[in-house]
Each structure stands twice: as C-alpha cells, then as structure tokens.
C-alpha cells in the first residue's frame, strides 16, 4: 500500500485541508472497528507514540496510538493555521510540519512565488523530505490551494517545480479552486493564468473547482432539505454538507459546507487505492487512463449522491439516478456540461453495494448521449471499490478529460485581457524581483496554447469516425 | 503429474483462489456417481496435480500469488485461510507496495526485471514439491498492468528456465466497453509477447461470461465473484482429471497433455493477403476441438457431430483435429457434464476488432507517453500490430 502526502497552501488550501483531514478521520473510524493501525490508514497518517521525543515515535503496526497526519501546512498569514492548531484537530498536526509568515501575499502572485518562494525554498524542501521520509512507499503529493489570490496561487505553484525536481517519481495531483467570475479580488485574472502555466508544465493531474458550483450545489442541497419534499427520506446532516462538532450549527463559517465538498472529491478519489474492491484503481491508474497527453491534464469531477438516503437496499432505479446525476452539469464541480462537449476519456469510481452489472448497464445506457473522441470511443475506466463513503450506502465519482473545460479557461483569459490590456495592477508585479512583462506574455501563451488543443479536439466533433488503414502484412 | 499455477495481479489472484476452491471442493464431493475407488483414484489424482500435502494435513494449493500492490493478495489468502480446507503455501506470495497503473510498460520493463530473481525463485520451490512436473497455468488478465505485462515478462521467463515444461496461459479477455481505457494497448501487447513465448493461450472474455451470468444463470446483480466462479467452473471440468486413452482405469497423467499448437503444413499456405473481414463468417472454422465429458453415460455419448469435416479447415482430417476425454465421474454434482476447448475462428473478431482501436489510438498517438516514459518504443508497438496482423491472417485463411 502506497502513502500520499498533502499540501495545502494559502488560505483555501488550508481551509479545504481542514475539512479534507476530519473527513478522513471520521471515515476511517467508521470503517477501522478494532483500533488497529492498518495500511489504509497508513496511507494518509502515521501512528506515533506521542511520549517518544524526537523522531523515534513512528510505529508501524499495531493498536493506534496518536495519529499524524501526512500534511503540510503552508500559508504567508497566521490566521487560519493558528485557528486549525487551536481548533479540534490540533492534535492530528504536526507542529513540525508547518511553515507560515506573518505578512501575507496580498493578493499577489509574485510575492508568493518569487518572494516567499526563494524565502522558504529550503524550510518546505526540508518538510516534504521528512514528510516523504515518514512514508514506506510515497506515490502522490496531493496540493490543494486556489488560483486567484497570492499565496495558495503563486507559492502553491513554486512548490510544484520543486516537487517535480526533487520527487520525479511521485505523482503531483493538484486540486485547484478557480475563480468565479464575480471574485472580489482584482488581480485574480493575474494570479490565475501565471499560475496556469506552472500547472500546465509541472502537474501530473489538475482537479479545477469552481466556487460558485459548489455555491450552486449547496443551495439545491439545502433547498431539497428545507423544502421537506423528500420526507422521511432524507437525513439532514450528511458528509457531505456537515463538519466537524455535530453540535455546531450548520454554515457557521460561510465556506465549510463548499469545502466539505472538495474534501469528499479527495477521499472518494483515493478510496479504491485505501480500501478494498473487487476492481481496484490505483492513484497511478488515474493518471495513465485519463491523461492521453501530457498537457491535457485536467479533469472535471462530479459527485453523486449529495443526500443521504434513509433505505438501504436501494431499488435499481435510484442507482441509476446516481450515474446520470453524475454527468448532468449541476453536478460538475466547475461551470461545465460534459454532456454536450467532447470526452477524452471517463472514469467512474464507485464505492459500495455496486457490481459490475450495474455499472455495465449504465455506461450501456448513457453511452448514446455522450461524445467521445474518434481513438477513444469506449475510453470508459471504472473501479469498484466495497467501501461505501459514511453514511452512504454507494456513491460515485466522476472524473472527466472534456474539452468543457475549454470555457473556463477561455473566461479566464478573456478577464485577464481586460486587465493586462489597460496594465491596470501591472507595477504590482513588475516591481517583484524576477517579474518581467514577457512572464506575462509567456503564461498567456502557455494557456493560449492549451485552448487551442482543446479546439483542435472540439473540430473532430462533428467529423465522421474514419478507422485509420490498417498494416497489411504478408504470410 | 502436477501443474503449478502463477496467480498474476488483482484478476489473476481473484480467479485463481476460485479455481482453487472449485476443484477442490469437486474432489472431495461425496456424490461422484461411481464406485469409492473410482473416486479416490479421482481425488487422488487431482490433488497430486492441483495440492501439495502440509505437515498439518491441510492441502496446499500448488500456486504462487504475485501482485504489485497488497490489498488483493492479503485478501486471497486469507480467504483461503479461513476456509479451513485447504490454503495457499506460506511463503508463495510476492507482493510490492505501489502497483503497476494499468501500464504494461511499468508491468513488463520495471517490475520484471526488477523482482526476477523473487520470482523466479518462489516458482523454482513450488516446482521442487512436485514429483513430476507437467508444466506452468499462469492466469492473468490482458487490459491491467501487472497481469498484462508482467505476466508476459514471466512467461518468457519460464520459457527460458523450463523449456521442456508446459506453458498455459490462461488469459482474461476484458469486457468490450472499458474496464480500463489503455486495454487495447495493453492486450496487444501481452498477446504479441505471449505469441513469443507461451505454448497455449486459454481465454475467457468478460463479456461472453457475463452474458451466462445474466441469460443462462439469471443473476440479477452480477459481481466479479459471480463471473470468477462461473470461469472456475469452466476451468475445473477442463483440467480435472479424465481417463487415458490406455485403459478406462487410470487417469491421465498429464492435464495440459493435447497438443495445443498445431502447425499447418507450409505448401498450401497461401501466399498473400488480408483476407476479407466483411464476408460473413458463416461456419466457425476450428483447427482442434477437444470435447470432456464426465458423468453419467459418457462411453454411449454420441460424438458424430464433432468429427464433421465441414467444422474443420481444409488441410486437416477430423481424426487428427478432434479429441475426446471421458471419466465417469461426474464434475461438482452435475449428474452429466461436458466441456469443450475449441482452437478455432471464435476469437478472431475480438481480436480483430481490438487489434483495430488499438491501431486507432496508436495513430494518434494517444497515451504513448505514458509507455515510452517506461521503456517501450514505438518500434514495440508496430512489431506488436504486425505479429497479431500475421495471427488475424492466418486464422482468417483457415
């Protein structure tokens, strides 16, 4: 069994991180009856007896005594690390695995990358060797953080560079928050497309979400509670909505529900590897079936279901609403609809009471209404894993290599436009050692670059699907 | 004479613990429908070819267990375990921690050369259990990437170390409609290596045992553990054993004992070309056909059907061409039961038809990145197309 490692930067990093960490606690004490350390544990904590000073506490086996998780916390402001280590997670951090500042990015990408990056280069370089030293066998870095602001966007991508240096053989799996249209930080549009770049060139795999989805996920949640249509039917506090500290009252800080959100992406992503399955998928697996190329990594994701359901043998019908809901557009993670743009590849990832048959007859079912790419008109990965997530029955999730994501990307380049054409907040960067108007021009290329793939791929839509001719050989 | 298994990946250890446990629990079937000796001679004789004796008395299972990664195995053998009736050996696992992610490249270029010598090793012991050795079943799977392509590193392997030996390599044909997106690149190349090295290719394809779980078996909810047993049934009344041609007494020696390969004599071969796909196939061409038959009546079994001369290509005699084997005994509680294994033009649109997207997707140049980062060229892949061309043409001309 493999290990991963977390890094979270900035605020969005470590605000999500949080939510991520308690899920996967709650989950694994759901499942681990008897208090035994075991190796899907393992793979995001370590077990360690707190009484041992130094490094000598790991233990590898056995009854669990503290565990720690694989983390690493980065942000340029103390406030919300501090708020986690005085919170209820405190204990699963450790205070070694931190680095923060006390001033901030502002907003900006080159402080973070240029400034705080050269500044701390050799602090995170020494955690995430510890970090990498702790684990059996390391196989993903997992970075979460946002693309808008100056921390999470500009010190987030240094690391990737880093990472991609000294860990070649560890995978990088970024899960990135975009900015909505309406984010009220002006210089977004700059700190997402330089950090674009670095995402592009270092990145193995991209996981890009998009507030103002899980905004719009939230409110049907919500609104299908309240609305009490379903009854007795629904249980109001789910995984997926609900957080540490029961008794806390729901939405008490405004991004925990969203958050929440990307926190079960991530432990639904990694559940096949940690548990066990009748067809298992590996985080390796991932990258090898839905990356056809090296620069077409980005993936959209949805999750179905978003309630819990009071019965438990659930009637076929409802399992098949799973699979649809999964590639209908209110339930993508980004502004997208898969369904009527073109697919690269596909995979769903089951947990729970599923068997082959059943995801057969639903790739069979919506297979007609779904466009794949001529060399990949069955690209179909599934996984089965017998884990249900905690308080569900079964659950899916969907990752997608569309070209849907094409109109993010080109908003994006559209609202950077607007901004770099005036050279409106420009001399806020440009007076950032190493900042020059041609990382400007670069990162623009870069991402101008990546939509025009995506386009080339969009033209073959409509083309007939012509077999390319065979080699004739002779007997 | 005893066979020794090599459960490769998570599909190959999954199929194999059922086999396992399907001949087993037909051995020791109390229901034979002949006489006590008769059944122990049975007995006798599947478990020297399947189990070896343990101090404890509880057989063991003549397997190796190899996998990339833990989860599968650690469930295999505790599922053995637990059974109480039989196991696997104590030290016939061989497990890594991280994988091979769908890649035949990773399976066959880093993992084989990396964990040679392991397991080779834990093969060379199992072989010294056995008194006689009739040869190698290695089970795999053709769309992942340790079944796919580690096990085409073995079995070249155990071409080398063990050439007068057997090799049989049952292989798992994936479902059409992805289980993986990257299989087609995958089969192709297990089957171009096993072409290479293996002397006969057994397959089971997922979606032809799926449709006997769902029309013949009317499962409703059909689970990989369904189409496992429904496989291990299959394998069981094949390679259980049946009487020798010499006498209706004893058992034949060796299960792997027809000659699989047959080769076609060189002068009437034609010289060129592709034949064409689009004409209707109308009669399944066989080249060898081997029917089982255990059970109730199996000596007044009328066979005539088998030995038609239009079932078989031009330049063989159905006399040299078709097979029978018998026993009394009857398989797992079936009252009469038979089985055939057909060389012949059945897996000729399957393979052609993946041979087809694999070349669709390489002429893009899709997921090569992901190979050639491990080793692989594209040279591998073209002699890959060319060698299974030259398999669909030959097959095609029958």
Redesign the interface.
Known sequence: ??QSVVVQVGQCGNQIGCCFWDLALREHAAVNQKGIYD?ALSSFFRNVDTRVVGDGGSISKGKICTLKARAVLIDMEEGVVNEILQGPLRDVFDSKQLITDISGSGNNWAVGHKVFGSLYQEKILEKLRKSAEHC??L?CFFIIHSMGGGTGSGLGTFLLKMLEDEFPEVYRFVTSVYPSGEDDVITSPYNSILAMKELNEHADCVLPIDNQSLFDIISKIDLMVNSGKLGTTIKPKSLITSSAGAVKKRHQKPFDAMNNIVANLLLNLTSSARF?G???M?L??I????????QLHYLVSSLTPLYTLADVNIPTRRLDQMFSDAFSKDHQLIRADPKHSLYL?CALMVRGNV????L?RN??RL?PSLQFV?????????S?CSVPPVGHSHSLLALANNTCVKPTFMELRERFMRLYKKKAHLHHYLQIEGMEESCFMEALSSLSGLIEEYNQLDATKSMPVE??P?????? | MSVVTVQLG?CGN?IGFEVFDALYTDSHCPQGLCSKRENEAYQASCKERFFSEEENGVPSARAILVDM????TN?TLSKAAQSGRWKYGQHSCFCQ???????WAYGYSVHGPRHEESIMNLIQKEVEKCDSLSGFFIIMSMAG?TGSGLGAFVTQNLQDQYSNSLKMNHIIWP????????QNYNSILTLSHLYRSSDALLVHENDAV?KI??KLMN???????D?NQVLAHQLGSVFQPTYSVEGSCHYRRNPLGIDWQVRPPLSR??????ASLNRELQFNTSIANLVILRGKDVHSADLGGFKDPALYTSWLKPINAFNVWKTQRAFSKYEKSAALVSNSQFLLKPLDTI???A???F?????I??YTKFGLEEEDFLDS??LL??VV??YC?L
């Open positions: 069994m493999t190796e059996d066998c196989q066990e009748s067809l298992n590996d390796n697996e990258s090898m079936n839905l990356v056809p190329f090296p590849a068997q082959v048959s059943d057969r790739i069979e297979k001529s060399w990949n008109q069955e690209g179909w990965k599934t089965l077999d390319f065979r080699l004739s050989v002779a007997m | 998570q999954q990664e833990p989860k599968v469930q921690k991280q994988g091979s992610g769908n890649n990437g479902y059409e409609t992805g289980e993986v997106i990257v799926h779980c769902a499962i409703k909810q059909i689970s990989f553990s189409i071969l034609p010289t060129l070309g592709k041979v087809g997207k070349w669709n997707m002429a893009s140049k899709a997921y990145h992901q197309f060319t061309e030259q043409a030959s001309n």
